[in-house]
């Protein structure tokens, strides 16, 4: 062993004496995903309050004053309770400009919906309130309210719904003024119980064991191909195998580096997604904090990420290996690289990690599923062992794996 840590030295040396090499590899990507995330965070930030704060413009005809009433009053709240509902204290006001149709023409109205300088028409029928009164007559026909609007125009969409909010809660007046309590079958009263740390962790488990996935690998890919591939393209690789160390030890030396340098950039990046998942976030992340995880927590998670890296560097190293050229590695790491994705995204639909304990035993998944658990406080230790111990066993395979390749004088100085 002592032979395989001088080659790790000498590797991970190798990476960190080049400042290009290192900034690019561990230091830059942390930097672009909190850069990028808080820029995406502004820039939905922006859009929402754009949305908020532009006048609807509404022509409306026969419209009845306490329709006119609420529409003036649509009101926006931006403050959450501390169980996630919204509140009733902070809201502002949406600015509305209400005209008569009368000052324009159908066509004209129409023409300027489409072109997004008019957000909506609401036209009531004549005596749309004396008609309603008189819903006992026989005769009596349901008035019909026809709205006019742009899906393609956000401006339009928005104010849509806005007033159909507003005719709803008209509706469901009415028929309270027409059958008063006997229009509701039973009354709803529900009680929110929530874990808030569970609720966060979830927040938490739909990105991260996705993006951390891509990181390791990425990281990886960005180093691991130069390191046996390039050394081989080189005609370097000889003068190393050459020595009196065994490739044995090689292999291990190169692999632990690998590790090492892989697990710093996924840190790097770890990083910047924690800080920068809550301005992605905006107004919905401002209770999301990763204090809500202790020291066991991140201690699992360090183990897990060390763990899966521990497999990705084997898958990496072994098909470097194999290659001949870097360019012919990237291309085999590629599909590799792809399923691991796969595998990530999946993780962002199901919401929960998985029970089946024998899942916990095929790479990369038995990873996604154990980050799922440890953010959403939902650790089975047998779960968490088999994850960790299989991992290791697949390393071992995978460096075995690899020491018959170096062993393999064909694959080592093929051409």
């Known amino acids: 062993m002592k032979n395989a840590i001088i080659v790790f030295k000498k590797e991970f040396y190798r990476v960190v004496s080049d400042k290009r090499l290192l900034i690019m590899a561990v230091i830059f990507p942390g930097i672009m995903i909190f850069a990028m995330y808080s820029l995406m965070g502004n820039v939905m930030e922006g859009e929402n309050k754009d949305i908020i704060e532009h006048t609807m413009v509404i022509y409306q005809e026969n419209a009845p004053q306490s329709i006119i009433t609420e529409l003036n009053d649509i009101r926006n709240y931006s403050d959450l309770n501390d169980d996630g509902t919204v509140g009733a204290d902070e809201y502002t006001v949406v600015p509305v400009e209400i005209h008569d149709k009368s000052e324009l023409t159908q066509e004209v109205i129409e ?62 007046s009415i028929n309270t ?60 690789i000889a003068t190393l195998l050459v020595t009196p160390v065994k490739r044995f030890e090689i292999a291990i030396g190169k692999v632990m580096s690998l590790s090492v340098i892989s697990l710093m950039s996924a840190t790097s990046s770890f990083i910047g997604i924690i800080f920068g998942l809550k301005n992605l976030m905006g107004e919905a992340g401002g209770e999301l904090s990763a204090s809500i995880y202790g020291i066991n927590d991140y201690l699992m ?8 890296v521990l497999v990705i560097v084997g898958i990496i190293a072994v098909v470097s290996t194999y290659a001949r050229t870097i360019k012919e590695a990237g291309m085999l790491i590629l599909p590799f690289y792809f399923v ?28 996604v599923n154990m980050l799922i658990s ?42």
């Open 177 to 236: 003024i027409r059958f008063g309590d006997d229009v509701y079958p039973f009354i709803q009263s529900p009680t929110n119980i929530v874990n808030l740390d569970r609720a966060q962790g979830q927040a938490f488990a739909m990105l991260l064991p996705m993006l951390i996935i891509m990181f390791l690998f990425s990281g990886a890919m960005n180093i691991g191909p130069d390191s046996i591939a390039g050394e081989k393209e080189r005609g370097t």
């Open 111 to 172: 023409a300027k919906i489409l072109d997004g300088e008019i957000d909506l028409l609401i036209v009531f029928p004549e005596n749309f309130e004396t008609n309603l009164v008189n819903y006992e007559d026989p005769e009596y026909v349901l008035p019909t309210i026809l709205t006019y609007y742009n899906s393609g125009e956000k401006y339009s969409s928005n104010t849509f719904a806005n007033a159909q909010s507003v005719l709803n809660g008209y509706a469901a």
């Open 301 to 308: 998670i360090i183990a897990v990420l060390f763990a899966t």
């Open 374 to 415: 440890i953010l959403t406080f939902d650790v089975v230790p047998l779960q968490f062992i088999l994850m960790v111990s299989s991992s290791i066993v697949y390393v071992s395979i995978l460096i075995f794996v690899m020491n018959k390749l170096f062993q393999n004088e064909k694959v080592m100085f093929s051409k």
């Open 340 to 367: 691991s994705i796969i595998i990530g995204v999946s993780s962002m639909f199901s919401g929960e990690a998985a029970t089946n304990s024998v899942l916990y035993l095929i790479p990369i998944y038995n990873s």
